[in-house]
């Protein structure tokens, strides 16, 4: 009985000492986290208006008047929320610094997840955080709303506005969010400079070996691959059957490789993180970038699922559906193909890819229409110094290294219109445990605190007057 009591003392002593090593503002970056994480913000079938304005009053209880908090979408349930941070420009002074992340999540079921862990309760586990958005994006979220809510506790005064912008409809949404604000209210979240997700450092053993700025991304396209038969009677089955035709031309698109291009971006990507590692990995990175078509180059880095994503437009089967009974012979067998194509890619050329991987005349596949093609932002030279200079000061000399980032952000409608726009965190993962989007999705503890000092100290040397992007 006493070794059980003095086991439950333990505990609850770690507990608190555990809460006293925080200080009040990654206290109050915790609460925030905990607080959005556990609203269901799913993009389909859910939405963002509840966590819009637990965000919203959030600033207003840190004293940020109404006149500069903005809450609007063109869906009810789709909500955005745009706060301003006055500075000393005012109207004349330099355009202002845009923070900008999404409130949606991709969507998630508790009976997907491992026992004990629920994608919308926020967990504190073994070092890690847990929950539906901990990485993807709530984390930069409640980092941008900590920084910004701090600057004001602490007087600080930018040299211009910093506008922190959180949207609805990123997570493979069209029209409610970062596009609507940009196209409808731009001059709520025209900037200079746009701070944005898409990027994070990355751990080995974990050891911070790099810090990533996200400069480009890849373009997102969608097909639809349809098999199509006579049907019948199930008891009367037949070799052409709609769901194994569409199965045997799936599984020569599984087994098909599209060509290695490099950008500009892409082949600065290789060329430094060639510098950090391992002697083989990195001899197949400079003997690739010297030669495209270096098959033993290509198998080597191509085990990597992120080496892979960064060498190719790549296209995978993310849906399927067939049949309309199940006592008869199928008569459309249909899956939805998820392609993400380099830059300047063009669909239609992807398309005529895929049908001939696909191998089979008989097999539909859909035309969708031109995607507008990415544009580069060429990184500001003060930023990249400012990110360098910070990443140094937190992690010693840990390479900065631009990248192309393989899935879509909200930065498109500011790069279109030649403002820069970044991806940058300063939040530190594994990459071979990046569980965004998946099962367990996770961050570490320390990387997240270590994400909130990096904000701060970049978000105030970029509105210090010192640099002036």
């Not at 026992?115 to 709530?138: H, N, W």
């Not at 809510?149 to 930018?158: I, L, N, R």
């Not at 070799?239 to 194994?244: E, G, L, Q, V």
């Not at 035709?245 to 490789?257: E, N, R």
């Amino acid at each position: 009985m006493h070794t059980a009591l003095a086991l439950v003392f333990l505990a609850v002593t770690a507990g608190a000492l555990h809460a006293q090593t925080l200080s009040p503002a990654q206290q109050y970056a915790r609460d925030v986290y905990k607080e959005i994480v556990e609203y269901n913000s799913v993009n389909i079938g859910g939405g963002t208006t509840e966590v819009a304005n637990a965000v919203a009053r959030r600033f207003r209880d840190a004293g940020f008047a109404d006149q500069d908090i903005f809450l609007g979408g063109i869906q009810p349930n789709k909500h955005n929320v745009v706060v301003r941070y006055r500075g000393k420009g005012g109207a004349n002074g330099p355009k202002p610094l845009l923070l900008l992340a999404h409130l949606d999540v991709v969507e998630a079921l508790k009976a997907d997840w491992s026992p004990g862990l629920d994608p919308f309760t926020f967990l504190e586990k073994d070092g890690y955080f847990y929950g539906r958005g901990v990485i993807d994006d709530k984390a930069q979220v409640a980092i941008f709303t900590a920084v910004v809510v701090q600057m004001k506790k602490d007087g600080y005064v930018p040299d211009r506005d910093i506008v922190v912008a959180f949207t609805a409809d990123e997570e493979g949404g069209c029209c409610n969010g970062a596009r609507w604000l940009f196209s409808t209210h731009r001059e709520l979240v025209d900037a200079s400079l746009v701070l944005n997700e898409g990027a994070f450092g990355f751990l080995r053993d974990g050891k911070p070996v790099a810090n990533t700025i996200e400069a480009t991304q890849k373009v997102t396209g969608g097909f639809t691959v349809t098999a199509k038969n006579r049907g019948g009677h199930s008891s009367l089955p037949r070799p052409d059957n709609a769901i194994y035709q569409l199965a045997a031309g799936l599984m020569k698109l599984s087994a098909f490789k599209f060509p290695v291009e490099f950008n500009d971006v892409s082949r600065a990507y290789f060329e430094q993180t060639a510098k950090i590692e391992t002697p083989r990995t990195a001899a197949a990175m400079r003997a690739l970038i010297k030669n495209p078509r270096d098959v033993e180059a290509e198998t080597v880095l191509a085990r990597d699922p992120l080496y892979n994503s960064m060498l190719r437009t790549t296209c995978i089967a993310t849906m399927l559906k067939g049949g309309h009974a199940s006592n008869a012979l199928p008569q459309t067998a249909e899956a939805g193909i998820n392609c993400r194509m380099m830059p300047d890619a063009r669909i239609s050329d992807v398309r005529a890819m895929i049908v001939k991987a696909l191998d089979d005349p008989e097999l539909e596949v859909s035309n969708p229409p031109n995607r507008e093609p990415r544009t580069a932002a060429a990184v500001v030279p003060d930023v990249l110094k400012a990110v360098e200079r910070i990443t140094q000061e937190m992690w010693g000399q840990v390479p900065v290294i631009q990248i192309m980032q393989g899935g879509a952000t909200d930065a498109v409608p500011w790069r279109s219109a030649g403002i820069p726009a970044y991806g940058v965190s300063g939040l530190m993962v594994d990459p071979d445990d990046l569980r965004l989007h998946g099962r367990d999705e996770r961050v570490p503890v320390k990387s997240f605190f270590d994400a909130q000092e990096f904000t701060v100290k970049l978000t105030r040397l970029l509105t210090s007057g010192k640099t002036t992007p």
